[in-house]
Protein backbone atom coordinates (compact mmCIF):
# COMPACT_ATOMS: atom_id res chain seq x y z
CA UNK A 1 0.00 0.00 0.00
CA UNK A 2 1.55 3.51 -0.85
CA UNK A 3 2.44 5.47 2.06
CA UNK A 4 0.29 8.27 1.07
CA UNK A 5 -2.50 6.84 0.95
CA UNK A 6 -5.61 7.67 3.33
CA UNK A 7 -7.21 4.74 5.16
CA UNK A 8 -10.77 4.81 6.74
CA UNK A 9 -12.17 2.81 9.48
CA UNK A 10 -15.49 2.28 10.26
CA UNK A 11 -17.07 2.56 13.62
CA UNK A 12 -20.79 0.92 14.17
CA UNK A 13 -21.99 2.56 17.13
CA UNK A 14 -25.14 0.78 19.75
CA UNK A 15 -27.71 2.68 17.89
CA UNK A 16 -26.24 1.35 14.59
CA UNK A 17 -24.97 4.69 13.30
CA UNK A 18 -21.56 4.77 11.56
CA UNK A 19 -19.04 6.97 11.63
CA UNK A 20 -16.12 7.42 10.28
CA UNK A 21 -11.82 7.77 11.24
CA UNK A 22 -9.53 8.87 8.52
CA UNK A 23 -5.58 7.62 9.20
CA UNK A 24 -3.12 9.81 7.18
CA UNK A 25 0.02 8.99 6.59
CA UNK A 26 2.96 11.28 5.68
CA UNK A 27 6.07 11.12 3.61
CA UNK A 28 7.80 12.99 6.84
CA UNK A 29 7.16 10.50 9.45
CA UNK A 30 4.13 12.41 10.48
CA UNK A 31 0.98 10.20 10.93
CA UNK A 32 -2.16 11.32 11.59
CA UNK A 33 -5.66 10.27 12.78
CA UNK A 34 -8.97 12.46 12.13
CA UNK A 35 -12.01 11.71 14.40
CA UNK A 36 -15.24 12.48 14.53
CA UNK A 37 -17.11 14.15 17.17
CA UNK A 38 -20.76 14.02 16.25
CA UNK A 39 -22.69 11.55 13.62
CA UNK A 40 -23.85 13.93 10.61
CA UNK A 41 -23.73 17.70 11.44
CA UNK A 42 -26.08 20.59 12.23
CA UNK A 43 -24.11 23.22 10.34
CA UNK A 44 -25.38 22.41 6.80
CA UNK A 45 -22.19 23.99 5.29
CA UNK A 46 -22.99 23.97 1.80
CA UNK A 47 -19.44 21.96 0.12
CA UNK A 48 -19.57 19.81 2.96
CA UNK A 49 -21.34 15.91 2.64
CA UNK A 50 -21.25 15.33 6.02
CA UNK A 51 -23.40 18.56 6.61
CA UNK A 52 -26.25 17.18 4.39
CA UNK A 53 -26.56 14.64 6.87
CA UNK A 54 -27.97 17.00 9.93
CA UNK A 55 -27.32 16.10 13.47
CA UNK A 56 -28.22 12.77 14.66
CA UNK A 57 -25.57 11.84 17.69
CA UNK A 58 -23.34 13.57 19.51
CA UNK A 59 -20.41 11.22 20.46
CA UNK A 60 -19.57 10.72 23.89
CA UNK A 61 -16.00 11.19 25.20
CA UNK A 62 -15.10 7.66 25.00
CA UNK A 63 -16.82 7.21 21.37
CA UNK A 64 -14.12 9.87 20.48
CA UNK A 65 -11.30 8.54 22.65
CA UNK A 66 -11.39 5.34 21.27
CA UNK A 67 -11.29 6.00 17.42
CA UNK A 68 -7.61 7.44 18.34
CA UNK A 69 -6.80 4.33 20.63
CA UNK A 70 -8.32 1.89 18.01
CA UNK A 71 -6.19 3.55 14.92
CA UNK A 72 -2.69 3.31 17.13
CA UNK A 73 -3.54 0.13 17.81
CA UNK A 74 -4.10 -0.55 14.77
CA UNK A 75 -1.72 1.03 12.42
CA UNK A 76 1.27 1.57 14.67
CA UNK A 77 3.08 -1.27 12.67
CA UNK A 78 2.73 -0.45 9.29
CA UNK A 79 2.87 3.59 9.56
CA UNK A 80 4.77 4.07 12.97
CA UNK A 81 2.86 5.78 16.02
CA UNK A 82 0.51 7.96 15.41
CA UNK A 83 2.00 11.63 16.13
CA UNK A 84 -1.15 13.88 15.56
CA UNK A 85 -5.11 14.03 16.23
CA UNK A 86 -6.95 16.27 14.08
CA UNK A 87 -10.97 16.66 15.21
CA UNK A 88 -11.53 17.29 11.44
CA UNK A 89 -14.16 14.66 10.73
CA UNK A 90 -17.72 14.10 11.15
CA UNK A 91 -19.76 16.87 12.76
CA UNK A 92 -19.01 20.12 14.35
CA UNK A 93 -16.72 19.62 17.22
CA UNK A 94 -17.50 22.65 19.39
CA UNK A 95 -21.25 21.83 18.90
CA UNK A 96 -20.55 18.94 21.24
CA UNK A 97 -18.09 21.26 23.22
CA UNK A 98 -18.41 19.33 26.46
CA UNK A 99 -17.07 15.85 25.53
CA UNK A 100 -14.68 17.58 22.94
CA UNK A 101 -13.03 19.32 25.87
CA UNK A 102 -12.93 16.12 27.57
CA UNK A 103 -11.61 13.72 25.24
CA UNK A 104 -8.88 15.81 23.68
CA UNK A 105 -7.48 15.93 27.64
CA UNK A 106 -7.56 12.59 27.70
CA UNK A 107 -5.39 12.49 24.38
CA UNK A 108 -2.71 15.10 26.33
CA UNK A 109 -2.65 13.77 29.57
CA UNK A 110 0.55 11.42 30.93
CA UNK A 111 -1.58 9.07 32.34
CA UNK A 112 -3.80 9.18 29.16
CA UNK A 113 -2.89 8.91 25.63
CA UNK A 114 0.00 11.41 26.01
CA UNK A 115 0.01 13.35 23.35
CA UNK A 116 1.68 16.72 22.80
CA UNK A 117 -1.13 19.53 23.38
CA UNK A 118 0.67 20.64 19.75
CA UNK A 119 0.04 17.73 18.06
CA UNK A 120 -3.83 17.68 19.02
CA UNK A 121 -6.16 20.15 17.05
CA UNK A 122 -9.98 20.66 17.12
CA UNK A 123 -11.02 22.52 14.43
CA UNK A 124 -14.30 25.17 14.13
CA UNK A 125 -16.61 26.51 11.96
CA UNK A 126 -16.88 29.57 14.16
CA UNK A 127 -18.85 29.04 17.19
CA UNK A 128 -17.84 31.81 19.21
CA UNK A 129 -19.24 31.03 22.70
CA UNK A 130 -17.70 27.55 22.35
CA UNK A 131 -14.35 28.97 21.14
CA UNK A 132 -13.86 31.37 24.20
CA UNK A 133 -14.66 27.96 26.52
CA UNK A 134 -12.24 26.00 24.34
CA UNK A 135 -9.82 28.74 24.23
CA UNK A 136 -9.84 29.42 28.34
CA UNK A 137 -10.41 25.25 29.13
CA UNK A 138 -8.13 23.48 26.67
CA UNK A 139 -4.25 23.05 26.10
CA UNK A 140 -4.93 22.20 22.62
CA UNK A 141 -4.68 23.66 19.30
CA UNK A 142 -7.67 25.63 17.53
CA UNK A 143 -8.31 25.51 13.42
CA UNK A 144 -11.10 27.77 12.23
CA UNK A 145 -12.87 26.97 8.93
CA UNK A 146 -12.99 30.25 7.11
CA UNK A 147 -13.85 29.79 3.63
CA UNK A 148 -14.62 33.46 2.55
CA UNK A 149 -13.89 36.95 3.15
CA UNK A 150 -16.81 38.80 2.72
CA UNK A 151 -20.21 38.14 5.18
CA UNK A 152 -22.43 37.98 1.76
CA UNK A 153 -20.68 34.69 0.54
CA UNK A 154 -19.97 33.05 4.19
CA UNK A 155 -23.42 33.38 4.71
CA UNK A 156 -24.09 31.29 2.02
CA UNK A 157 -21.95 28.77 2.32
CA UNK A 158 -21.20 28.55 5.92
CA UNK A 159 -25.05 29.64 7.42
CA UNK A 160 -23.75 29.95 10.95
CA UNK A 161 -22.29 32.90 9.81
CA UNK A 162 -25.33 34.42 10.08
CA UNK A 163 -25.12 33.99 13.88
CA UNK A 164 -21.56 35.26 14.75
CA UNK A 165 -20.27 36.71 11.57
CA UNK A 166 -16.83 37.65 10.19
CA UNK A 167 -16.26 41.08 12.29
CA UNK A 168 -17.32 39.02 15.63
CA UNK A 169 -15.79 35.63 14.74
CA UNK A 170 -11.95 37.37 14.06
CA UNK A 171 -12.62 39.97 16.63
CA UNK A 172 -13.38 37.40 19.32
CA UNK A 173 -9.82 35.35 18.01
CA UNK A 174 -8.07 38.92 18.20
CA UNK A 175 -8.84 39.40 21.69
CA UNK A 176 -8.72 35.94 23.31
CA UNK A 177 -5.27 35.11 21.42
CA UNK A 178 -3.52 38.08 22.95
CA UNK A 179 -4.13 36.52 26.23
CA UNK A 180 -3.04 32.87 25.33
CA UNK A 181 1.11 33.50 24.36
CA UNK A 182 2.54 31.76 22.37
CA UNK A 183 -0.69 30.31 20.73
CA UNK A 184 -1.60 30.71 17.01
CA UNK A 185 -4.98 29.47 14.81
CA UNK A 186 -4.83 27.76 12.08
CA UNK A 187 -7.53 29.19 9.39
CA UNK A 188 -8.31 26.40 6.91
CA UNK A 189 -10.05 27.78 3.58
CA UNK A 190 -11.34 25.66 0.79
CA UNK A 191 -11.04 26.99 -2.15
CA UNK A 192 -14.21 27.20 -4.45
CA UNK A 193 -13.58 28.16 -8.17
CA UNK A 194 -15.28 30.92 -8.88
CA UNK A 195 -16.33 31.92 -5.13
CA UNK A 196 -14.26 32.60 -3.00
CA UNK A 197 -10.43 32.02 -4.94
CA UNK A 198 -10.30 35.70 -6.63
CA UNK A 199 -7.23 37.88 -5.75
CA UNK A 200 -9.34 40.13 -4.43
CA UNK A 201 -10.48 37.13 -2.21
CA UNK A 202 -6.61 36.78 -1.41
CA UNK A 203 -6.17 40.58 -0.55
CA UNK A 204 -9.03 40.87 1.35
CA UNK A 205 -7.81 37.67 3.47
CA UNK A 206 -5.03 39.29 4.44
CA UNK A 207 -6.18 42.05 5.75
CA UNK A 208 -9.14 39.76 7.69
CA UNK A 209 -6.55 37.99 9.70
CA UNK A 210 -4.13 40.99 10.42
CA UNK A 211 -3.20 40.96 14.03
CA UNK A 212 -3.82 37.02 14.41
CA UNK A 213 -1.41 34.86 15.16
CA UNK A 214 -2.38 32.50 12.36
CA UNK A 215 -1.19 30.17 9.97
CA UNK A 216 -3.08 29.85 6.80
CA UNK A 217 -4.00 26.44 5.14
CA UNK A 218 -5.47 26.49 1.80
CA UNK A 219 -7.61 23.38 0.68
CA UNK A 220 -8.57 22.00 -2.81
CA UNK A 221 -12.33 21.29 -2.94
CA UNK A 222 -12.70 17.85 -2.74
CA UNK A 223 -16.13 17.42 -4.90
CA UNK A 224 -19.05 14.96 -3.78
CA UNK A 225 -22.26 13.37 -5.49
CA UNK A 226 -24.60 16.70 -5.27
CA UNK A 227 -22.19 19.26 -4.84
CA UNK A 228 -22.86 22.49 -6.44
CA UNK A 229 -19.01 23.36 -6.44
CA UNK A 230 -16.19 23.02 -8.44
CA UNK A 231 -12.41 23.15 -7.51
CA UNK A 232 -10.09 25.61 -7.55
CA UNK A 233 -6.94 24.97 -10.57
CA UNK A 234 -4.33 23.66 -8.67
CA UNK A 235 -2.12 26.55 -10.54
CA UNK A 236 -4.87 29.44 -9.08
CA UNK A 237 -3.96 27.78 -5.64
CA UNK A 238 -0.80 28.66 -5.91
CA UNK A 239 -0.92 32.17 -7.18
CA UNK A 240 -3.84 32.98 -4.33
CA UNK A 241 -1.19 31.45 -2.00
CA UNK A 242 1.57 33.58 -3.48
CA UNK A 243 -0.31 37.23 -2.38
CA UNK A 244 -0.49 35.66 0.73
CA UNK A 245 3.21 34.62 1.26
CA UNK A 246 4.08 38.24 0.28
CA UNK A 247 2.25 39.71 2.73
CA UNK A 248 4.12 38.03 5.14
CA UNK A 249 2.05 35.22 6.19
CA UNK A 250 2.71 31.48 6.92
CA UNK A 251 0.65 29.62 4.23
CA UNK A 252 0.17 25.32 3.99
CA UNK A 253 -1.50 23.94 0.91
CA UNK A 254 -3.36 21.07 1.03
CA UNK A 255 -4.15 19.53 -2.75
CA UNK A 256 -6.50 16.70 -2.56
CA UNK A 257 -6.12 13.57 -0.76
CA UNK A 258 -8.16 10.58 -0.21
CA UNK A 259 -10.77 12.26 -2.68
CA UNK A 260 -11.44 8.62 -4.56
CA UNK A 261 -12.07 6.96 -1.55
CA UNK A 262 -14.94 9.60 -0.29
CA UNK A 263 -12.27 9.83 2.53
CA UNK A 264 -11.32 13.53 2.04
CA UNK A 265 -11.88 16.35 3.57
CA UNK A 266 -15.54 17.15 3.37
CA UNK A 267 -16.67 13.74 1.65
CA UNK A 268 -17.30 11.77 5.16
CA UNK A 269 -20.93 10.06 6.12
CA UNK A 270 -23.75 8.65 4.20
CA UNK A 271 -26.68 11.71 3.99
CA UNK A 272 -29.22 8.77 3.13
CA UNK A 273 -33.05 9.53 2.25
CA UNK A 274 -33.01 12.82 4.84
CA UNK A 275 -30.45 15.71 3.63
CA UNK A 276 -30.55 19.35 4.98
CA UNK A 277 -31.44 21.66 2.22
CA UNK A 278 -29.26 23.58 -0.27
CA UNK A 279 -29.58 27.47 0.27
CA UNK A 280 -30.59 30.19 -2.54
CA UNK A 281 -27.25 31.10 -4.55
CA UNK A 282 -26.77 34.96 -4.43
CA UNK A 283 -27.44 35.70 -8.16
CA UNK A 284 -24.15 36.78 -8.71
CA UNK A 285 -22.39 33.10 -8.48
CA UNK A 286 -25.49 31.62 -10.19
CA UNK A 287 -23.00 31.13 -13.42
CA UNK A 288 -20.14 29.93 -11.33
CA UNK A 289 -22.21 26.74 -10.77
Known amino acids: MEQERMLQILFSL ?7 TVVIPNARGRTTVCVSSQVGCAMNCQFCFTGRMGLRKHLST ?3 VEQAVFARKLFSDEFGSITNVV ?3 MGEPLHNVDNVIKASAIMVDEQGLQFSPRKVTVS ?4 VPQIKRFLHESKCDLAVSLNATTDEV ?3 IMPINRKYNLNLLLGTLREELRLRRKSIVLFEYVMLAEVNDSMDDAKRLTELV ?5 KINLISFNPHSGSQFKPTPDEKIIEFRNILIQSGLTVMVRLSRGDDQMAACGQLG ?3 DYQLPLLRVPDKFQVAL
Open 270 to 272: EPG
Open 154 to 156: RNW
Open 14 to 20: ENASVIE
Open 62 to 64: AEI
Open 210 to 214: HGISC
Open 87 to 89: FMG
Open 124 to 127: TSGL
